[in-house]
């Protein structure tokens, strides 16, 4: 990334967007939407537990 994680979520991500993350297992989706779902405040929805 050209920028650090927490300033581009900060400065990209408007007051209200949905995140979808799949892909293969063990490339960070869970950390990511995690970290973005605190820094943002918003409720995190995992449907693969």
């Known amino acids: 990334m050209k920028?650090?994680?927490?300033?581009?979520?900060e400065?990209?991500?408007g007051s209200g967007f949905?995140?979808?993350a799949c892909?293969?297992?063990g490339t960070w989706k869970s950390?990511?939407?995690e970290?973005?779902?605190r820094i943002?405040?918003?409720p995190?929805?995992?449907s693969d537990l």
């Open 23 to 25: 892909g293969l297992p």
């Open 11 to 13: 400065s990209e991500l």
């Open 18 to 20: 949905l995140l979808i």
């Open 3 to 9: 920028e650090p994680f927490a300033k581009f979520i």
């Open 31 to 33: 950390e990511t939407t």
């Open 40 to 42: 943002k405040g918003y």
């Open 44 to 46: 995190l929805l995992r």
């Open 35 to 37: 970290e973005l779902a």
